[in-house]
């Protein structure tokens, strides 16, 4: 795949995931994936399972950018949720291999005015 249609297929499915649904990351994590954010468990059914407890699937996403290279698509937004109506800013590394994500890294850090 190349760098474009990386970035198309994270896109799509940042929206479909913004909008409820988490079943858009089955076909598009590969069973081996492997998690690097410390407590989050790695592997594709348990990734799911977890993320669809946490807070960032039912939060609002606003997605500010995209980067994307022929293996990484890097994305920028901010998480806004009722425990944090102040918002959190989250930075999204994933890894692709052919079509499916690896790999995944994060950083995740409170919103300050006029920091995105």
Not at 86 to 103: H, S, T
Request: zero cysteines; a negative charge; hydrophobic letters at 45%.
């Amino acid at each position: 795949m190349t760098a474009l249609e990386k970035k198309q297929l994270a896109l799509h499915a940042f929206q479909e995931f913004a909008n409820g649904n988490i079943d858009v990351l089955r076909p598009l994590l590969r069973e081996d994936f492997v998690e690097h954010s410390p407590g989050n468990p790695s592997g594709r059914d348990a990734f799911i399972e977890f993320i669809a407890q946490a807070p960032v699937a039912g939060a609002q996403l606003d997605l500010r950018r995209v980067i994307a290279d022929d293996e990484y698509v890097v994305m920028h937004y901010l998480m806004t949720t009722s425990d944090h109506p102040e918002g959190e800013v989250v930075v999204d590394i994933w890894r692709f291999v052919d079509n499916q994500i690896v790999e995944h890294w994060d950083v995740v850090q409170p919103a300050i005015a006029g920091m995105l």
